[in-house]
């Protein structure tokens, strides 16, 4: 992934928002995502879609659920940009309520590591 490819793709705030989850929460199912987001299931999928195509995130089945979390393959220079931007406690603070809702959720699918 090239560096301004990166950056484009968090300059939407939806996928900035998903990615600062996934570095500071881990693999999260999709519908984690909706309800810490507040936003439909076709919108965050759609956005998902555009990080795992750029190389950003993986996926995985589980059942009915599909599970992101950040790419193994990342570039080198990557990691700790990633690292950086989910310790930046002005973001934490700017989307608390995205954690908020997270840690709200009544129902959070389980999760077998296969």
Known sequence: MNPHLFFKLLSDETRLRCVLL????????????VEALDESQPKISRHLASLRSQGLLKDRRQGQWVYYSLSEDLPEWLSPLLAELGN???????????????QAMTYRPGRCTN
Not at 22 to 33: M, S
Not at 88 to 102: M, W
């Open 22 to 33: 996934l570095v500071r929460k881990g693999e999260l199912c999709v519908c984690e995502l």
């Open 88 to 102: 930046a406690q002005a973001l934490a603070d700017l989307y608390q309520a995205d954690s908020d809702r997270l």
